[in-house]
């Protein structure tokens, strides 16, 4: 006997398909991280500033008020100060003091800090000179120059917690000569020099004197 068996046909079910869409997710900075990334690059300029005009007035200054620069010193530290007020604060208040500490009247008073030298017999007796308050040179290299002419350079330094210049410029007022070669070789080797470390000074202003006697 015979079966015949019809299989049907089953019916294929058609599953929804959905579009989905993927949102970029932005992360954002909570508000109190922003802000004080704000604060944070407020008081960086701030700082900038206060030391751009102490160096202003540093550049501005006369060679017998460096050499009777105690008031300088006291300045700088007041500046210092003025600027921890602004990193404690960020309102704006540090840098007013540190503004205003820096235009104040130069008045030459006694001379009690005692200016640190070194003379070297290289290059004609080339004397090395700096004044850098409670610091003392670890290494304070004497230049090697082809420049012609003579005089002295007067460089203004900027001096990190570890002893290391971060910073030059050149003291136009306090200088003898404007003599281009022998103003970069003085910045040359101002860069190089290193001092003593201090904690309390992150940035501690001061000056190196190049006395070149000419080839």
Same mark, same amino acid.
């Given at each position: ?12 079910? #058609? ?25 944070? #690059?407020? @008081? ?24 009777? %620069?105690? #008031? ?7 500046? +210092? ?5 602004? /990193? ?45 308050? /409670?610091?003392? +040179?670890? +290494? ?30 050149? %003291? ?36 190196? @004197? ?6």
């Amino acid at each position: 006997m015979l079966y015949s068996i019809k299989l049907g046909s089953v019916k294929k079910v #058609e599953e929804p398909v959905y579009d989905i869409e993927y949102a970029e997710v932005e992360e954002l900075l909570p508000k109190e991280q922003e802000l004080a990334k704000m604060s944070s #690059e407020k @008081t960086a300029i701030e700082t900038n500033r206060a030391y751009n005009e102490a160096e202003k007035m540093l550049a501005e200054m006369s060679q017998e008020e460096l050499e009777t %620069s105690d #008031e300088m010193q006291s300045k700088m530290d007041e500046i +210092d100060a003025a600027i921890e007020s602004s /990193n404690a604060s960020n309102n704006g208040n540090g840098i007013k003091a540190a503004e205003k500490a820096s235009n104040k009247n130069k008045k030459p008073v006694s001379n009690s800090a005692k200016e640190n030298s070194g003379k070297k017999s290289a290059n004609r007796n080339t004397t090395v000179s700096y004044r850098l308050v /409670n610091r003392s +040179d670890l +290494d304070l290299p004497n230049p090697v120059y082809t420049c012609e002419g003579s005089g002295k350079v007067v460089i203004n330094i900027v001096v990190d917690s570890l002893g290391k210049v971060v910073k030059t410029s050149y %003291s136009e007022s306090a200088s003898t000569t404007a003599n281009g070669c022998l103003i970069d070789s003085a910045i040359e080797y101002a860069e190089q020099a290193r001092f003593t470390t201090k904690a309390s000074k992150k940035r501690q202003l001061g000056t190196i @004197t190049y006395n070149f006697p000419g080839q």
